[in-house]
């Protein structure tokens, strides 16, 4: 498979430029009580971080550096869900648009 196909195929780039775009786009939505506002904060820097360290990834020095990057973004996308997960405690009605995040 070449390297268009490959990226064509998973188009992570793309992805998580959608996901950060999505999670941005729900947060402008929720409520400005402190609670709210400390957690989207959160949950803003983690999920916009996941493509940007994907982009950092992609132009790694070497494979260690990559490795590193990739497991930045798994740290950064599991962050993003647990904020999310935390959100419903506080916005029970958003529950269905968080479950969509998290799938």
Not at 19 to 24: I, N, P, T
Not at 82 to 91: F, H, M, P
């Amino acid at each position: 498979m070449t390297k268009n196909q490959s990226s064509k195929q998973y188009d992570l780039e793309e992805r998580t430029l959608n996901f950060a775009r999505s999670v941005v786009n729900f947060c402008k939505k929720l409520p400005k009580s402190a609670i709210e506002g400390e957690i989207t904060k959160q949950l803003v820097r983690a999920a916009t971080s996941v493509g940007a360290n994907y982009i950092e990834a992609n132009e790694a020095l070497g494979k260690k550096d990559f490795l590193m990057r990739i497991r930045i973004c798994r740290k950064e996308a599991k962050e993003s869900g647990y904020w999310l997960k935390l959100l419903e405690v506080s916005n029970p009605d958003s529950r269905q648009e968080q479950e969509i995040f998290l799938k």
